[in-house]
């Protein structure tokens, strides 16, 4: 009986330890060779694995597109400012990154008179709206592209500017698809996120669908990428802007 006693009461210890400390429950499965943690016990907001000691975020479905094309949105966010802001050229390549309905494709498209926006979705069901929209709107230089998990699925040194919105806190493999953007990037080619502040608590978004700026500039540095500015013309949300260094750069790294 004793035995057994013993074998309950340091069952509660380790159980009571994983409460109090959820990163001693991480998986076997990530070891020190990957740059990712799995979490048993996490956020319920969160998918439970853990990049650079933040936890990365459900996914929206396209079952909340309406959300994204909300008549609200204008009000709430200002995305036309965000368009303002990139200082387009018209024969720029644009890769809007997690795209979903294209709301900001469509909205940059009429700026590239000389080129496109690659509209970049895991999902075919936002891809298959993008496209109806293409037909409603009568915009012909937006392409959609089916993107992995771990891969945008662009050709090399192809794109002068990444744009993501409210997307790369959900990203399954930040660092994969990163890299994969970098490579896409043209020399001196422009990263721009958009992401609700993490530091202010009164922007009534869920946690793990914001980001402090000192996060998103230590994960944007793990791939390589150098910081240039950062704008907070927007009512709620930081506008990050990164860089991919020249060559120059690259040889004084």
Excluded at 23 to 50: F, R, W
Excluded at 223 to 242: A, C, D, I, S, Y
Aim: proline share 6%; net charge negative; aromatic share 6%.
């Amino acid at each position: 009986m004793s035995n057994f006693l013993h074998f309950i009461v340091t069952l509660v210890v380790i159980l009571s330890c994983s409460l109090l400390n959820p990163t001693l429950t991480a998986q076997a499965t990530s070891s020190s060779t990957t740059v990712y943690e799995q979490h048993i016990i996490h956020n319920p907001d969160g998918i439970g694995k853990y990049y650079m000691g933040r936890e990365i975020a459900k996914v929206m479905g396209y079952t909340g597109a309406g959300w994204l094309e909300r008549s609200s949105r204008e009000g709430e966010e200002q995305p036309s400012k965000i368009v303002n802001t990139l200082n387009l050229k018209p024969n720029d390549v644009v890769a809007d990154i997690g795209a979903g309905t294209g709301y900001l494709s469509f909205r940059i498209a009429p700026l590239l008179t000389a080129s496109k926006v690659l509209a970049v979705d895991v999902q075919p069901e936002m891809l298959e709206i993008i496209e109806l929209f293409k037909k409603e709107k009568n915009i012909t230089n937006v392409e959609p592209v089916l993107a992995t998990l771990t891969d945008p699925n662009l050709p090399p040194e192809s794109v002068d500017l990444a744009l993501m919105v409210d997307a790369y806190h959900e990203l399954e493999y930040p660092q994969e698809v990163m890299q994969g953007i970098v490579k896409a990037l043209k020399r001196g080619g422009r990263v721009v996120l958009v992401e609700y502040r993490g530091e202010n608590p009164f922007i009534m978004i869920k946690g793990l669908h914001k980001m402090t700026q000192k996060q998103v500039r230590k994960e944007m540095q793990a791939v390589g990428l150098v910081w240039r500015e950062t704008k907070n013309l927007l009512p709620q949300q930081h506008l990050m802007v990164f860089e991919k260094p020249d060559s120059s750069d690259l040889l004084t790294r």
